[in-house]
């Protein structure tokens, strides 16, 4: 059975920093998209960036452009994603997901998902 694991949410304040990561219980990530998304309380969930484990190409939302970086670290089947200048409005359950290639913003098109981790920016 395919899991993601999230680690690395947290509490921290305004302008601070914290970096997310999602391991894969087997070699899931060869030639898929993972994915980060984010749920915060009575909004859709939201894409928040991706990245192709071929050819490293990234993907960001506009709202989270220039303050979060994705990568990865093929040897350890991990993706990170480096969130900086956090803004409350960063608050939410950040979501770990893969899914074979293609389209990456549409949450629906992904097959596996970790439980989540919470992010909680203060003000």
């Known amino acids: 059975q395919v899991q993601l694991v999230e680690s690395g949410g947290g509490l921290v304040q305004a302008r601070g920093s914290l970096s997310l990561s999602c391991v894969a219980s087997v070699r899931t990530f060869s030639r898929s998209v993972v994915g980060w998304f984010r749920h915060a309380p009575e909004k859709w969930r939201e894409f928040v960036a991706a990245?192709?484990?071929?050819?490293?190409?990234?993907y960001y939302a506009e709202s989270v452009k220039g303050r979060f970086t994705i990568s990865k670290d093929s040897d350890k089947n991990t993706v990170f994603l480096q969130m900086n200048s956090l803004k409350p409005e960063d608050t939410a359950v950040y979501y770990c997901?893969?899914?074979?290639?293609?389209?990456?913003?549409?949450?629906?098109?992904?097959?596996?998902w970790g439980q989540g981790t919470q992010v909680t920016v203060s003000s």
């Open positions: 990245i192709t484990w071929v050819g490293t190409n990234t």
């Open positions: 997901a893969a899914k074979t290639p293609g389209a990456v913003v549409s949450g629906s098109q992904y097959n596996y």
